[in-house]
């Protein structure tokens, strides 16, 4: 089975700009959840959702938002961009069923705010 | 609230050699499940290894292993006959067992860079 996949990889926005990520879980897997990875702040969780409805958020102000599709293909967006939203953002899928506590990342997307 | 806390932010270790990485964890949860991940360079996130709090029999992949302490909420991460490509950041993640919107949301420690000198 193919991995997570994470789009892009590498971005770079301007301050006050928005900016939408994308990510394809492993086939199968109905749950996908979000982080962002900084060096001050850690991981931190974002939001996870299941069957295309959020099932979970963490603690981020509003510009932060998220969808997931019918194929369970999901979307982050960020709006209004700040400098300190620079960060890696990581996704995770996860399966359905008695192994829904395992989560399989993906590559990332490298986000700069300049 | 869930905290996860790993004391070591460095720890190194020669090739061939032992280590153990340390985690301790806060939560009024009885049921939960704790995780090793493994972020090399490239960033990947990978798991290496569970542990189900409701099980008393520690957890094994090959070469490595956890030391699961229920009451002292103490998860620690053994590597034997460490390699070279052992060399990555390790984090300690905990993850509520309830079902519904509980469960999917890990909480990470900051990490432990281990280095694996030849």
């Known amino acids: 089975k193919a991995g997570v996949t994470q789009t892009p990889r590498y971005l770079i926005k301007t301050r006050g700009q928005q900016v939408t990520l994308s990510c394809s879980p492993i086939s199968g897997h109905r749950s996908v959840s979000w982080y962002q990875q900084t060096p001050g702040q850690g991981l931190q969780f974002l939001f996870e959702y299941f069957s295309e409805t959020q099932r979970n958020k963490g603690n981020f102000p509003g510009r932060f938002s998220g969808r997931q599709f019918s194929n369970s293909r999901s979307e982050m967006n960020v709006s209004t961009l700040e400098l300190g939203d620079s960060a890696l953002y990581l996704c995770?899928?996860?399966?359905?069923?008695?192994?829904?506590?395992?989560?399989?990342f993906g590559p990332g997307t490298r986000l700069t705010v300049t | 609230a869930q905290t996860v806390t790993q004391s070591q932010p460095e720890m190194s270790v020669q090739e061939a050699e032992t280590v153990t990485l340390s985690c301790t964890y806060d939560?009024?949860?009885?049921?939960?499940?704790l995780f090793w991940y493994k972020q090399p360079p490239s960033r990947q996130m990978i798991l290496v290894i569970r542990q189900e709090a409701y099980k008393q029999q520690n957890a094994t992949e090959n070469r490595f292993s956890v030391n699961f302490q229920k009451a002292a909420k103490s998860f620690s991460l053994k590597i034997s006959d460490s390699q070279l490509g052992d060399a990555a950041m390790y984090f300690c993640?905990?993850?509520?067992?309830?079902?519904?919107?509980?469960?999917?949301?890990?909480?990470f420690g900051r990490g432990t860079q281990l280095t694996v000198w030849p």
């Open positions: 995770a899928s996860s399966p359905s069923g008695s192994l829904a506590y395992e989560q399989y």
């Open positions: 993640a905990y993850m509520k067992s309830a079902g519904g919107s509980t469960l999917g949301r890990l909480y």
């Open positions: 939560t009024s949860e009885s049921d939960y499940y």
